[in-house]
């Protein structure tokens, strides 16, 4: 109320300074216009204009009748015509002289006039002054003039008295107007008076408002002050404690002793560190106000946590601060409970996190186990009875092994350990696979599954397979459950395409039983799922959508849904996905350089890779000691010094990264030279081979010239296995070091090998344990390499590849009966190169 009495009262200033301007303004005005027309009023009594103009003409007809007279009298005197002369003379020049001063060349009829009379007296005058004689000859000529110029003059005093009249009427209408205005004038000045006494009252009337205002917001500030738990108080320049309120009192001085601190340094020893010296030299603190956190010195010598505010008080006050202290005990009583509690936190999450790397390891190890024995039980010629129980039980492995990944999954992305793998990918048959594998589940409902694929083709993406055949295959199966007698639609759609990337939505519309409004957002929480009859209709533990939504996001997507209860769901999925680039191609073999011969340690864990290695080695010329784990391998390279280290990377108990970093740790071999063994020669698997402490590494399959080549240190890139069954190089490489019973002893173990690998990559593939998978098929594809059948081990590590990004879709449909076929038409060829 006061801040508008006060505005109040500065506008009433405002307006009289307003009038009072006014009102000066116009008298100033009248006034200089008064005072710029007083001459013309002050002349028009004196003016002898008209009697001067008539008596001029009358002067000259006078003249003109004595110069008639000389002129028809030639011996009549002159004495007359010179006097009358010089009376027109006189008259004549006054007026002359009379126009000029007093400014009335201004008007043209006397301009005319002045003119005519100065150049009658400069014709006349000489004659008139000299000598009788010629006087008298030039009579008439001088009647003549005299008479001519009588009558102009007459036209000059009429034109003369005509302007005089107007310029007499003007006055008389200007007299008037200033009357007027005077008039008016008064009248401003008198309502501008009233109006400022109207103002004066007004502006008094609000000053006793905003001085009682001002009174009680003085006194409701005082009320606060005093009630404030906080200690407020006044110091000075020097920080001398001026005033303060009970509270601050309490707080200096919490036993009641009467010892106070009369300044501010006493019971802040650290305000000089806080006040920057700048504002210790006294410039305004209301450009800096301090909040800061310090501690005070009590009277009784305790020391206490506070917060301190600190500013200067402005206007009349300056040169006076108020420091307001608050006691923050509490507060950092709870803050260091605050940190207990996130400490214990951390704790339990690290303890959690330790839990799920033994849960991931300890229980999913045994349960793949078991699910393929019982895979193979199942498979077996049973009774009815002890079958159907294996299948039941194959089915609770099965459904316990899901629930096991969807809570390591949503644990790996909460923690950020998610890692996604982007590669090309066709889209169009990522979803045509994934519809292909659920077609007989969708058909023990009733239900029918159709795909939209965009028209043109959309190009393929630059995405982790893995991750969206889990984010189609959730969504799907869910659309599945919650779906009897009707109808499922996945469609991808192409929202834009640029020139580095594609907006897709991928979208599963079911005509199934549908979600409540208020269930919409709950569904995708943890552990959620929503009423009975939608539980009814789809168990498991309500991780699905949930790691669905967090894939999606981790993807730079967002997921949305429109569904109603009885009118089915459709989830859509929309992604930004950069588009495939062109793959490089590999360059052509170069002709290998033998080596030098070396001390070369193999570290492989699978016997016939063992074998061949060494064969090819010995026949380089090297000396060869094997090794069968990682940690041999770790103890021989400890104990012997090497020059070049063949490490492989999949294997048991240590892999070939662990052991790398343990061989740079220290040792006889700790600067040896370390080739990397892999099917994984993506450039991100060999940039982590490089960043463990490799030297290099060989693609399987290995090839003898490419192994000389590197054991020859030039640069070299793995080359790549001719796509026919049996590669002639690789197999002229075997027959050279094995030699025949040394390839019929491998053709023998490769036949027990393989004969049942294909039913071994089935069994883990359907009992959805794609690590199992994939370490099936790299064994396998490292030994059909070393062996030289390059199309199955190209085969083999494609279906290695699936496996490892989770498409076990993919994975199951290339080992149904393309790898038995594969298999026998490579021992055939292996049979028929022997014989």
Request: glycine share 6%.
């Amino acid at each position: 109320m006061a801040a508008r009495a006060l505005r109040v009262g500065r506008i009433v200033q405002a307006a009289i300074v307003t009038f009072g301007v006014l009102a000066i303004g116009a008298t100033v005005f009248f006034g200089s216009w008064l005072l710029s027309e007083l001459p013309s009023f002050l002349e028009a009594p004196v003016d002898n204009t008209h009697w001067n103009a008539t008596q001029i003409e009358l002067d000259a007809m006078r003249l003109q009748s004595e110069a008639d007279l000389l002129a028809l009298f030639p011996d009549r005197p002159l004495e007359e015509l010179r006097r009358r002369y010089d009376l027109f003379y006189s008259r004549a020049d006054l007026l002359i002289q009379k126009s000029r001063l007093e400014g009335r060349d201004r008007d043209l009829a006397w301009v005319g006039m002045a003119a005519d009379l100065a150049a009658y007296l400069r014709r006349t005058t000489p004659l008139i002054d000299g000598p009788d004689a010629p006087l008298r000859d030039r009579m008439a000529a001088i009647a003549g003039d005299t008479e001519a110029l009588r009558l102009r003059l007459r036209q000059r005093v009429i034109d003369i008295v005509a302007a005089s009249a107007a310029r007499q009427d003007q006055q008389r209408h200007l007299i008037t107007s200033l009357s007027l205005n005077a008039l008016r004038a008064a009248l401003f000045v008198a309502v501008a008076l009233f109006l400022l006494l109207g103002l004066v009252y007004a502006l008094d009337r609000i000053a006793r408002r905003q001085a009682s205002a001002i009174i009680r917001s003085s006194a409701r500030w005082r009320a606060t002050v005093a009630a404030s738990p906080d200690a407020i108080l006044i110091a000075d320049a020097d920080w001398r404690i001026i005033d303060c309120n009970d509270a601050a009192r309490s707080f200096l001085d919490p036993a009641g002793s009467g010892a106070a601190p009369a300044d501010l340094t006493t019971m802040l020893p650290d305000l000089p560190c806080m006040v920057a010296p700048a504002v210790l030299g006294r410039p305004s603190l209301r450009r800096i106000p301090i909040h800061q956190e310090t501690l005070a010195r009590r009277c009784d010598g305790g020391v206490i946590p506070v917060e301190i505010s600190l500013a200067e008080l402005p206007n009349i006050d300056a040169g006076r601060f108020v420091v307001i202290l608050r006691d923050i005990s509490g507060r950092k009583a709870v803050e260091r409970d605050i940190i207990q509690a996130r400490d214990a936190a951390l704790q339990a999450d690290r303890a959690k996190s330790a839990f799920l790397a033994v849960i991931s390891h300890e229980m999913r190890t045994p349960l793949n186990g078991l699910l393929a024995a019982l895979d193979i039980v199942a498979s077996a010629e049973l009774p009815e009875e002890p079958h159907r129980f294996a299948t039941l039980a194959q089915e609770a492995g099965e459904h316990l092994l899901r629930h096991v990944n969807d809570v390591l999954d949503v644990s790996a992305i909460d923690s950020g350990q998610l890692t996604l793998s982007p590669e090309p990918v066709d889209l169009a048959r990522l979803l045509s696979d994934i519809v292909l594998i659920q077609q007989p589940a969708a058909r023990r409902q009733g239900t029918v599954l159709r795909l939209i694929l965009p028209d043109p083709p959309l190009a393929p993406v630059e995405v982790d397979p893995r991750r969206m055949t889990q984010i189609v295959q959730n969504l799907l199966t869910n659309a599945i459950r919650a779906t009897a007698a009707g109808t499922i639609t996945v469609e991808l759609a192409v929202q834009g395409v640029s020139a580095a990337q594609a907006d897709v939505a991928i979208s599963v519309t079911d005509t199934g039983i549908g979600i409540d409004a208020a269930d919409q957002q709950r569904i995708f929480d943890d552990f959620v799922m929503v009423d009975a009859s939608y539980r009814r209709h789809k168990d498991g533990t309500g991780l699905g959508l949930a790691i669905v939504q967090r894939l999606v996001r981790a993807m730079g997507g967002a997921i949305t849904l429109d569904s109603a209860p009885g009118a089915g769901a459709s989830f859509r999925v929309a992604l930004p996905l950069p588009l495939a680039g062109q793959a490089a191609v590999a360059a052509p073999d170069a002709v290998p350089v033998r080596a030098p011969p070396q001390d070369i340690l193999v570290i492989e864990d699978n016997a016939i890779n063992r074998t061949v290695l060494e064969q090819m080695l010995r026949q380089l010329g090297h000396r060869v000691v094997l090794a069968g784990t990682g940690p041999d391998g770790v103890r021989m390279a400890a104990r012997q010094g090497f020059d070049t280290i063949l490490m492989d990377i999949s294997m048991p108990e240590m892999d070939g990264i662990e052991a790398t970093t343990l061989i740079r740790r220290g040792g006889a071999s700790a600067t040896s030279r370390i080739l990397a063994l892999t099917a994984h020669s993506t450039p991100a698997a060999v940039q982590s081979f490089l960043e463990a402490g490799m030297d290099g590494h060989l693609a399987k399959p290995v090839r003898r010239a490419d192994l000389a080549r590197a054991l020859a240190d030039e640069e070299f890139e793995p080359s790549a296995a001719a796509a026919a069954i049996l590669d002639p190089e690789k197999w002229q490489d075997l027959a050279e070091a094995l030699g025949l019973e040394g390839r019929r002893a491998l053709l023998e173990r490769f036949g027990a090998e393989f004969g049942n690998l294909a039913g071994r990559l089935r069994l883990a593939v359907a009992a959805d344990d794609p690590d199992q998978a994939a370490q099936l098929a790299h064994d396998g594809a490292g030994m059909a390499g070393f062996l030289g059948a390059a199309q199955l081990a190209g085969f083999l590590a494609t279906v290695e590849n699936h496996c490892e990004a989770g498409d076990l879709p993919a994975a199951a449909a290339m080992t149904d009966d393309r790898l038995d076929q594969l298999c026998r038409e490579t021992l055939a060829a292996f049979n028929a190169a022997v014989d």
